[in-house]
Every structure is written in C-alpha cells, then in structure tokens.
C-alpha cells in the first residue's frame, strides 16, 4: 500500500503548490507569512483534496490490505520518492507479469485506470478525463463482482471503496476545477523558489523578491492533452509531473494575437508560434520512449486457462483438445491465426492487431478487448459475443449460431456476415445513435445515415 499513498501524497502536494500559486494572489497583501503576493493559508479546495485523501483512499488502502495477496503487493513495487510516472509505469508492469494472478482482474481495474491521477495537466475538463479512467477499472471490477459477489463479500467491498475514489475526484474536480487548474494573468510568477518558500516548514521567512514584469504566465504544458491507447504511453501524460519541485517552471504568457479563436489567420499556418517573452525556458523534455521489449510467444495449457501471447505471422495455431471448464486468453498477437476444436467456457482477445480466430463451440461468452483488424468464425454456437474498444471485428455466424448476442462499446468498423443461400451476406453492427425523450423515458435507437 505504500506505493498507492505514496502516489496520492505526490499528487496532493502538487496540487497544493498550484493552489496556493493561484489562489494567492487574489488576496489583498499582508507581511506574515506572503511571499510573491502568495498567502500561504489552506485554499478550500486543498482541504476538499486532503477530505478526500483521509476518507476514500484511506478506505480503498484499508480494504486493499485486508485482501492481501497480488493485490496488496501491486501498490508496494516502486521506491517512494521516483516520479509519478514511473510508479505508474511499475504498477502497470506489475500487472503484466503477473496475468497468472488469480486477481488479475483487480490489478487490471488498478492498472487501467491509475492513470487518473494526472488529471491536473489535462484542460479544458479534466472531469471526463478521470470519468473515462473510471469507466475502464469498471469493465474489469465488473468481472471481480461476478466472480465474488456469492462467495467473497470482501472482493465486492474492495471494488466499492475502489471506485468511490475517483467518483469522489469527479465530484471534486467539478467543484474546484472544472475547466482544470486556473491562473491569474495579473497574478505573480510561478516559481520553484516561491512554491518552496510558501510551503517550507518554520519560521524566519525571507523578505519577498522584487515583484515580476507583468503579466503573469498561464500554464501551457507542451503535451497537454494527448493520449495514446496503450497503457505505456498513457505515462506520458504525466510527463509534466516529472519535473517534482520544477513543475511550475516552463510556463509562458499567450497574447491574444497568438489565440486561434481571436486569430482566424493562425488556423491555416503550420507550427506553433514562437513566444514574444524573450526570457522563456522551456522546462526538461518528456524522456523519449523506448521500443517495445520482445516478449518470449506463449502458447501453453495453465491449469484451465490456454494462454497464447506474442505469437506473430502464425497461422498454423490449432488447439484440437479442449474441456467445457477452460477458458482461452489470447494477448498481443499479431498477423496469426487460431483454429480451436471443441467446446470451451469462454475466449477473450486482448491486444491483438490482424488476428483470425477460428473455433467451435463456446458456452459462455468470446470478448475482444483493446484489439484492431480482427476475424473471427463460429462453426458451431456461442450465446454473446463482446467487442469493446476495438477498431475492425468481422464476425462469421453459422446457421446454429444465429441467435448470438452482439454488445458493443466505444469500437468502430464492426460487420456480421450471416449464411445465406451457400454464401456470407454482411450487416454492419451501428456505431451512431440518436437519443429522444418520449414523455417518460429515454428511447435510443440507430442513426440511419443520410446520403
């Protein structure tokens, strides 16, 4: 547990360093304890912060310990001190290696997720960003619910406390910060030494330096917004945080010459343009990303679970012996198919690019998660078929399996080629929809798509 505290201790101390930079400096000036035409008095929304690091987190780490385990383990991983990057990178990685894990589906719901904690460097509305975190630890505490919910009540507590955390940072995100952290244009310099000398210890503070050459800077962080799919690069999001002490440094005032919205020439042009501000330093660059490590394919029986990672160019894959009680789990496979023979409980594809699969029969459920140019054939039945933030999924039914059940989120690109008359007719799965009010309900149905 000390790596999730010591994550949120981070985060919180960072957002009190801004808080005050900003909140400061709309107070009339005083001589005690101002400095920089900052007041070192607890802003309202840092208390909000501290309330909820003492209640939700506290609780999610008190419930966390009691399950003990992998899951216990997978916040304890990374040195306290390290940027907030790394440990993220560490409790991603920890997830990785452990796919074994009975909790595998806690570390994911932890892992997908964590990435929520950089919601500082995301405007204009960081609430949806950590809404979006949100949504995808609940694809996966939705299966730790299923598995427990009958069994182990502490499991089902686990995910409360767990999600209660970031809906709580919604909540307070939509109070204090709901176009993200503000700056005052007139306001003073954010510096590393102001940020130090407003939050140090003791007494004996130093007289405030000379006041800056107006205006004061807003924040403009080089990366803001972007977002990759993968885990990994979602890291880079907290590239900023990096910095630690530093974060205020590399900010620049923009003009209104220099706005888009106010400058309609400037949408045309290529680039960036340069600051006017002659003395801006930009502050240290993002680490560049390494290449992917190379994974050793996989392609073996685990207890009941039939594990096929890293294969690529394969199509020569078969699983000619399955039992009603496996469960097949296809990760990061590449330009290779699988033919599996047989009746299984169910099949999940994760992260998988140009990936056929060919099987029989599956009782439970086939899930295609995170994956892109994917086909797949049904020789026999299989009741539901999942797709979820998937680009491209061909689904071949047979006449048995006529009656299966498509849900679909957040993928585009989907088609269901259905047998007719010695041939395969597609029928595209909708990706639009439209939402009216009927006087009592909300009625959703396709789009149809206007020529």
């Not at 405007?123 to 505490?141: L, Q």
């Not at 990096?242 to 309609?264: M, S």
């Not at 096929?308 to 199509?315: A, M």
Request: proline letters at 8%; hydrophobic letters at 30%.
């Amino acid at each position: 547990m000390t790596e999730m505290q010591g994550l949120m201790e981070r985060l919180e101390r960072v957002v009190g360093r801004l808080e005050l930079l900003s909140a400061g400096s709309h107070r009339p000036p005083g001589d005690c304890g101002e400095i920089n035409g900052v007041n070192g008095g607890m802003a309202p929304s840092v208390e909000a912060f501290d309330k909820l690091m003492n209640s939700m987190v506290a609780e999610f780490l008190k419930k966390s310990r009691i399950l003990a385990g992998d899951v216990e383990t997978h916040n304890d991983v990374a040195v306290l001190l390290k940027p907030i990057s790394e440990k993220i990178q560490e409790i991603q990685t920890f997830r990785e290696r452990n796919r074994g894990s009975k909790m595998f589906n806690h570390l994911s719901a932890v892992s997908e997720s964590i990435p929520a904690l950089g919601w500082i460097t995301v405007s204009p509305k960081p609430g949806p960003y950590v809404k979006e975190m949100n949504d995808a630890a609940t694809f996966y505490t939705n299966r730790v619910l299923k598995d427990y919910k009958h069994s182990d009540l502490r499991h089902v507590d686990w995910v409360k406390s767990y999600l209660s955390i970031w809906s709580e940072l919604q909540a307070y995100i939509k109070e204090h910060h709901t176009t993200g952290l503000t700056w005052n244009k007139t306001g003073p310099v954010a510096s590393t030494a102001s940020a130090l000398s407003v939050l140090s210890p003791g007494p004996g503070l130093l007289p405030p330096p000379p006041p800056p050459p107006p205006p004061g800077p807003p924040p403009l962080f080089e990366n803001e917004g972007k977002r990759e799919e993968s885990s990994p690069s979602r890291s880079a999001l907290f590239a900023q945080l990096n910095q630690g002490e530093g974060i205020t440094k590399g900010l620049r005032h923009v003009t209104d010459d220099q706005k888009t919205y106010k400058n309609p020439s400037l949408r045309t042009q290529g680039g960036q343009t340069p600051s006017p501000t002659k003395s801006y330093t930009p502050g240290p660059r993002a680490p560049q990303s390494h290449p992917p490590q190379k994974h050793a394919p996989v392609f073996e029986l685990e207890g009941k679970k039939w594990r096929i990672e890293y294969q690529e160019d394969r199509n020569d894959l078969v699983i000619s012996e399955t039992e009603l009680k496996q469960v097949a789990y296809i990760f990061k496979c590449n330009k290779s198919t699988l033919r599996m023979k047989g009746k299984i409980n169910s099949i999940t594809i994760d992260n998988c690019k140009k990936f056929g699969l060919v099987f029989d029969n599956v009782v439970g459920i086939v899930e295609v998660i995170n994956s892109k140019d994917i086909q797949m054939q049904v020789m026999g039945k299989v009741p539901t078929i999942s797709i979820n933030k998937t680009e491209g999924c061909h689904i071949y039914l047979s006449e048995d399996a006529l009656d299966c059940e498509i849900v679909s989120a957040k993928s585009s690109e989907m088609n269901v080629l259905v047998p007719q008359d010695g041939d395969y007719r597609e029928f595209p799965v909708p990706e639009q929809f439209k939402t009216a009010w009927d006087g009592s309900k909300l009625v959703t149905e396709p789009a149809e798509i206007m020529g």
